[in-house]
């Protein structure tokens, strides 16, 4: 059975630090790991996919990365801004395609 | 192009009341998913179509769920009975390709969240 689990489950840094949100998964046979963003009273916003046959993805300041064999995966974001202030979710799908999530990482940054 | 839409985007529902959420997925895509979001918590599957076929519902918490896709565009999950415990955010997906996993990419909608007194 696939679990998927985030740490830290809040985090608060000050305008302008870089900072890494972890994901970590147990069955390694996956076929993608996607990142998402949830604002407060919002749906999920796909932030960075990074297929089983990739190490990373950016996207402007973001980067993920995926170590299938250590079940791993980052998502790192570069100077971060009181706009990024969101939690972020990881998931992993499974055969059919329907997506186990991680229960996500509340990241505040104070300006 | 238009998102994921869900209708209604609150729904407030007494005990043992019926309640009807509706999804309208981003056009032409073939996969369409519901998932319940506890406060705090991630997302969790409810259940899967593919086109207006039902071909997983092993999320569903009980047998007064039921989530029907009958022209394979728009979808309904529908509560009946409404417990304390169904009180959640309920969440759309849809995904164009269900054949190509490892590019395989939902799109959620804003979601319902639903509270019942």
């Known amino acids: 059975k696939q679990e998927v689990t985030q740490i830290p489950a809040a985090l608060s840094v000050p305008e302008g630090e870089n900072l890494v949100l972890n994901c970590s998964f147990t069955d390694s046979a996956i076929y993608n790991l996607q990142w998402f963003r949830q604002d407060p009273g919002k749906g999920l916003t796909s932030l960075l996919l990074i297929q089983s046959s990739q190490r990373e993805q950016t996207s402007g300041r973001l980067n993920a990365s995926l170590d299938k064999s250590s079940g791993r995966s980052t998502l790192y974001i570069a100077a971060s801004q009181p706009g990024d202030s969101a939690t972020y979710l990881c998931a992993v799908p499974r055969n059919t395609g329907k997506l186990i999530f991680g229960q996500g990482t509340t990241l505040q940054v104070k300006p | 192009g238009a998102g994921v839409s869900q209708s209604p985007r609150y729904k407030v529902a007494k005990r043992g009341q019926d309640v009807a959420l509706r999804c309208d997925p981003i056009?032409?895509?073939?996969?369409l998913f519901w998932y319940q979001q506890a406060l705090g918590q991630g997302p969790e599957f409810l259940t899967y179509f593919q086109n207006e076929a039902q071909l997983d519902k092993s999320g569903l918490p009980s047998d007064r769920f039921f989530a029907e896709r009958p022209e394979g565009s728009v979808s309904t999950l529908k509560i009946q009975r409404t417990q304390q415990e169904d009180s959640a955010v309920y969440l759309c997906a849809s995904s164009p390709d269900p054949t190509v996993l490892s590019s395989y990419e939902q799109y959620f909608g804003p979601g319902t969240r639903l509270t019942v007194t």
């Open positions: 056009s032409g895509h073939v996969s």
